[in-house]
C-alpha cells in the first residue's frame, strides 16, 4: 500500500518557469491538501480539496494553483516560479471529520533560482 | 483556528519516558486534539488523538485534562528513532474546517544516547 505518493521528490526551476507537483493516494480518500514548509517553520496549508472537481485557497494560495480532475490525485501549479517559492511541500490526504488521522507524502524540495 | 501552546524544545535520554505537553485553552467541543511528528527530510507522521477520554495506541499514549485545556503525548521508552519535531494540533470534527491542519512551531525532541 503506497499511501500518498509525491512527484518528484526534487527539482530546480529557474525563475518564471513553470511545473506541475503531482500527489497521488491510494487510501480512497474524499480531502486532499498541499502545505508548504520553510526552513525551520511548520507547514502552511496552500490549497484543499473535498472532493473530485472541488479546490480551495488555504493560508498562502498566492502564485499557486490547484486541480482534482480525479479522486486520487491532486496537481499543484507554479505558473511563473519565483524564488520566494524555494520550499518542501507537502501532500497530505484523510477522510472528512477528524475521527481519523491524515497521511502525509514525503515532500518535493523545490529550489528556484 | 484554536491555538496550540508547546516548549520549543525538550530533551530526553534513550529508554526513559518522554511527558510531551501541550495547552489549548480555547479549544472547541468539536475539537479533537491531534498529534503529528516529523522526523528529518521526511513528511509529518500521524502519531495520535483523542477528543475527551485518554487514548493508547503502539506508538504513544495522549492523556487529555479533564477541562480539556491541556494534553500530553506519553512516550513511554524513548529511543533514538523518536527524535523529531512534535506538533499538537486542534482538528475540527465540524463540518466547515474540512480537516484543515493548522501547524504552530511544534516541540523539537532531542534523544540522547
Known amino acids: 500500500n503506497a499511501g500518498v505518493t509525491q512527484t518528484p521528490k526534487f527539482r530546480v526551476l529557474k525563475t518564471g518557469q513553470s511545473m506541475t507537483l503531482l500527489c497521488a493516494q491510494d487510501?480512497?480518500?474524499?480531502?486532499m491538501y498541499w502545505y508548504r514548509q520553510d526552513p525551520g517553520m511548520g507547514l502552511r496549508l496552500i490549497h484543499y480539496s473535498v472532493g473530485e472537481g472541488t479546490t480551495a485557497k488555504g493560508e498562502v494560495p498566492d502564485g499557486y494553483n490547484v486541480s482534482r480532475l480525479k479522486k486520487q490525485n491532486f496537481l499543484l501549479g507554479l505558473e511563473s516560479a519565483a524564488p520566494s517559492q524555494t520550499s518542501v511541500y507537502f501532500c497530505?490526504?484523510?477522510?472528512?471529520?477528524?475521527?481519523?488521522?491524515?497521511?502525509f507524502g514525503q515532500g518535493t524540495r523545490l529550489t528556484v533560482v | 483556528d484554536a491555538k496550540t501552546t508547546q516548549p520549543n524544545s525538550m530533551e530526553s535520554n534513550e529508554e526513559e519516558p518522554v511527558h510531551l505537553p501541550c495547552n489549548h485553552s480555547?479549544?472547541?467541543?468539536?475539537?479533537?486534539i491531534h498529534w503529528y511528528r516529523q522526523l528529518p527530510s521526511q513528511g509529518p507522521e500521524y502519531v495520535i488523538h483523542?477528543?475527551?477520554s485518554n487514548v493508547n495506541n503502539r506508538m504513544a499514549s495522549l492523556a487529555i485534562a479533564e477541562d480539556r485545556k491541556s494534553s500530553t503525548l506519553i512516550l513511554h521508552r524513548a529511543t533514538l528513532r523518536d527524535a523529531a519535531v512534535y506538533y499538537c494540533?486542534?482538528?475540527?470534527?465540524?463540518?466547515?474546517?474540512?480537516?484543515?491542519?493548522?501547524f504552530g512551531q511544534g516541540t523539537i525532541l532531542t534523544v540522547h544516547p
Open positions: 497530505a490526504s484523510s477522510y472528512p471529520g477528524a475521527v481519523l488521522g491524515a497521511f
Open positions: 487510501m480512497n480518500h474524499e480531502y
Open positions: 480555547t479549544i472547541s467541543g468539536t475539537d479533537y
Open positions: 494540533i486542534l482538528r475540527d470534527g465540524g463540518g466547515t474546517s474540512y480537516g484543515k491542519l493548522t
Open positions: 483523542g477528543l475527551t
